[in-house]
């Protein structure tokens, strides 16, 4: 049977419930249950990893980032990929040491290992093409955060404001501070009991306050903080009555050890912390990130995965809902993450996920080792569960107990002693599997992994293979960057923005004036006061009351003017579903000659007009010489209406369209997110149209199935008419042949009456024998009716998706000009801008 199959993960093999014979039938599990989640438990030895290092390599080959959370320094191995499956790809992996144990060198043990793999993959009808198609199917990365070892993660995000739908959220921004501020003292080895500790209320309060002001807090400023606090009262006491500021400065010294501590600033090196980028690459591909912390103490581990589950939560609030597997969070050892009775940080937004994550496609997979330091009414939001060998008795009862609340969850029941029993049978890679949506449990083993499961590896091999995948990301990256749709994060907006020159911050006003043939006068101003060779006013020029000047912000030497133009543009096209409205704001040089303001010179503006100030900030820096043309408030109007005509004409939005699923992108969404949004958008449409197909077949193969169940029966009665036939007329036919020999006479009535019953058997025999004949081709004619239909539904199945997969790589691009009359000046205003 073909394992090969839209949405379907190939586990392992069904094996017998009772002698636990493994037949050929695959074990096909359908990834749209694991929206509502998964539990994986087995003693060590049991085959857990590798049943979860299978599935993961199942999401990856159907098309799912994945972000695997491990404690223990297992999943490293998904990284080691031969599909060559030749001694010389197992070489720089053998572990020297067993090599050593046994008495061979590397290469004996690496010839071994690949023939070892190779068979073990052609048992499971598996070889190096689907080894090859795995390697490619995803992007892999491995994290080690806190470590140098592989990729780093930095934190410095995760104490950065969250997003504005959080904040608004009281209940889950509530949740983020606590977590957050529990995390940072449990790192720092302090008490962290939220509502009790006045540590943990005090930085609570601290990192609540910011937030909801939109205002980050790194750990110096978290520090500095806590020795002065922007607050005089912390609920209604005064601060110095709750926290006096002797004990303020005590725990400010504990968190700055932390900060000074040798190795910390590991922690805020890498890449950000970003779930978006933890699932996708930039050129949208799917990606696959391991994220090990077996370097790590417990208190890291938990400050860690804390902040990381915060991040995942943060990013779901962003996310459109589907009921679409959208990626899948791999949890491989959950002990001490989500306690019965305690509250680690981890546990409050884990119990969230399990809660919510459903609502956005995305699937929990949670796997132990040690099945008694569970909260399994957490886990009762668990839709799978697959059920290794246990150790003890007492991790079994614990195991039915989480069973049963899953059953009752779902408004199921559970044969408790059924279950007990198939659980005691099972043997090494035999796992039970109790899948809510289906109607019975089932026992499987689990199938050779694509990966080499190597076992733990060390820092240096960390190492090596964490740069390995790091060169094949850049190398891919870089050719998508070169094709013209990898790099692109910069959202579709009307006026594009420069790169700033290296080294050169306040260069705003000299890259614009690079374009304009400078006169005497300009070369002069501002260009020589800011080489200090000519003195400038300190004050701003007098004005006509009807010109309106500001003070742009930033640093720099000398008062520069521009011409400074506040829009909004205003899209619309009903085809495309279009309709946004977009400010933009841009500055041009003034300068003196024929053509003072040029907008096509324009530069968007890295302000908006809310940050202009009405006097300047300092009175000590020079203004350059401002052109006459400025100084007459009828040249603004004339530069007001140019700038309407200009906008009009040039500031198309350039959007991008997929045809094939009707989606068109936003204003502010970037290509790659909308890329992303029209994968979804493409999955579920796929399983919709899939779904649609699979009903079109189901009557009919159903009709099939059923006729093939009464030819069976039929063909089975036949045979069994036909030997009861053969019986009773061998029996005839030796009874006359005896009562011939042994009688008195030769010919008896009673004789002759044997003998033409014999015969009439022997006809009746021909009869059944034809019959069984009949019944045989027709049950032959019905199943090969069967499998041909079988085979038309999955070739109209695999048809049907085809033309999404196509349709991913149909993005096009279009621009959408402002409507007529949509082009508003809100603002037109001489601006002095710091330069130099």
Not at 791 to 807: I, K, L, P, R, T
């Amino acid at each position: 049977m073909d394992f090969e199959q839209l949405g379907l993960f190939y586990l392992g093999r069904r094996a017998d419930p009772d002698t636990h014979d493994v037949d050929e039938v695959p074990l096909l599990y359908d990834s749209a249950d694991l929206v509502t989640h998964a539990v994986i438990v087995g003693m060590t030895g049991s085959g857990k990893t590798g049943l979860g290092i299978g599935l993961i390599e199942e999401a990856a080959i159907d098309g799912l980032p994945v972000i695997a959370i491990d404690p223990k320094g297992d999943l490293p191995n998904l990284m080691l990929t031969f599909p060559g499956l030749t001694a010389s790809e197992f070489a720089p992996w053998v572990n020297e040491q067993e090599a050593r144990a046994v008495g061979q060198d590397r290469e004996a043990v690496a010839q071994h290992e690949a023939d070892r793999w190779a068979r073990g993959l052609a048992e499971w009808g598996q070889d190096g093409r689907r080894v090859e198609r795995f390697k490619h199917a995803a992007d892999f990365a491995l994290y080690t955060p806190g470590s140098a070892t592989g990729r780093q993660l930095s934190i410095v995000r995760s104490f950065a404001a969250p997003s504005h739908a959080v904040v608004q959220d009281a209940e889950l921004l509530a949740e983020r501070v606590a977590t957050a501020a529990t995390s940072v003292l449990t790192l720092a080895g302090m008490p962290a009991e939220p509502m009790r500790s006045r540590e943990h209320i005090l930085i609570a309060t601290l990192l609540g306050e910011a937030w909801r002001a939109s205002r980050d807090l790194d750990l110096p400023a978290l520090i500095a903080q806590v020795q002065t606090p922007p607050l005089t009262r912390v609920g209604v006491l005064e601060l110095e009555a709750f926290y006096p500021a002797a004990e303020r400065f005590a725990l400010a010294v504990q968190l700055n050890n932390l900060l000074a501590a040798p190795g910390f600033e590991a922690w805020l090196q890498g890449e950000p912390l970003d779930i978006d980028r933890l699932l996708y690459t930039a050129d949208a591909r799917p990606r696959v990130s391991i994220v090990t912390l077996a370097h790590l103490n417990d208190e890291q581990r938990m400050f860690f995965v804390a902040l990381l589950l915060n991040e995942l939560l943060a990013w779901m609030r962003a996310q459109r809902g589907t009921s679409s597997l959208r990626a899948l969070v791999y949890f491989d050892e959950l002990v001490g993450f989500l306690p019965p009775v305690a509250n680690p940080p981890s546990k409050a937004p884990l119990l969230r996920l399990l809660k919510q994550a459903r609502a956005v496609g995305l699937g929990c997979v949670l796997s132990t080792q040690n099945p008694v330091d569970l909260d399994y009414k957490a886990l009762a939001n668990a839709g799978t569960w697959m059920l290794g060998r246990l150790q003890t008795e007492r991790d079994k009862a614990r195991v039915l107990e989480g069973l049963e609340g899953a059953a009752a969850a779902a408004g199921a029941g559970l044969d408790r002693a059924r279950m007990d029993t198939l659980l005691s049978g099972l043997q090494k890679r035999m796992f039970l599997l109790h899948n809510v949506h289906d109607r019975e449990p089932i026992v499987f083993q689990t199938r050779w992994t694509l990966s080499y499961l190597r076992g733990p590896l060390g820092r240096d091999e960390i190492r090596r293979l964490a740069a390995e995948g790091h060169r094949e990301t850049e190398a891919a990256d870089g050719a998508a960057a070169h094709a013209g749709n990898g790099s692109d994060h910069t959202s579709a907006a009307a006026v594009p923005s420069p790169a700033p020159a290296a080294g050169a911050p306040n260069s705003r006003v000299a890259d614009a004036l690079a374009s304009h043939p400078a006169p005497p006068e300009l070369e002069r101003d501002p260009v020589a006061r800011a080489n200090g060779r000519q003195d400038g006013p300190v004050t701003a020029p007098v004005l006509a009351p009807d010109i309106v000047q500001y003070f742009a912000p930033g640093d720099g030497a000398v008062w520069t003017p521009v011409i400074l133009g506040s829009l909004r543009l205003e899209y619309a096209d009903a085809k495309l579903g279009i309709d946004e409205t977009s400010d933009v704001t841009v500055f041009t040089p003034v300068i003196s000659g024929p053509l003072p303001v040029d907008w096509e010179h324009a530069t968007l503006a890295d302000f908006s007009p809310a940050d202009l100030s009405a006097t300047p900030a300092t009175t000590t820096r020079p203004f350059a010489r401002l052109p006459s043309k400025a100084t007459q408030a009828k040249s603004y109007v004339t530069w007001s209406k140019a700038l309407a005509r200009w906008a009009a004409r040039s500031q198309g939005l350039e959007l991008r369209r997929c045809r094939h699923v009707g989606l068109t992108s936003r204003a502010d969404e970037s290509a790659r997110e909308f890329a992303l949004r029209v994968q979804i958008a493409c999955r579920e449409a796929r399983d919709a149209a899939v779904g649609k197909v699979r009903e079109k077949f189901r009557p009919k193969l159903a009709t099939l199935d059923a006729k093939i169940r009464r030819a069976e029966q039929m063909s089975a009665r036949e045979a069994e008419q036909a030997t009861d036939s053969k019986v009773q007329a061998g029996v005839s036919v030796a009874a006359t042949i005896f009562g011939a020999l042994l009688g008195r006479k030769a010919v008896t009535a009673s004789t002759l009456g044997r003998a033409t019953t014999a015969a009439r058997g022997m006809s009746r025999m021909g009869r059944e024998a034809a019959d069984v004949s009949r019944a045989q081709d027709t049950l032959a004619t019905l199943e090969a009716q069967r499998a041909a239909l079988g085979a038309e539904a999955e070739d109209a199945m695999q048809a049907v998706a085809a033309e999404f997969v196509e349709a991913n790589a149909t993005i096009e691009t279009v621009v959408v000009k402002p409507r007529r009359g949509g082009v508003s000046v809100q603002l037109l205003a001489l601006v002095w801008m710091p330069e130099g």
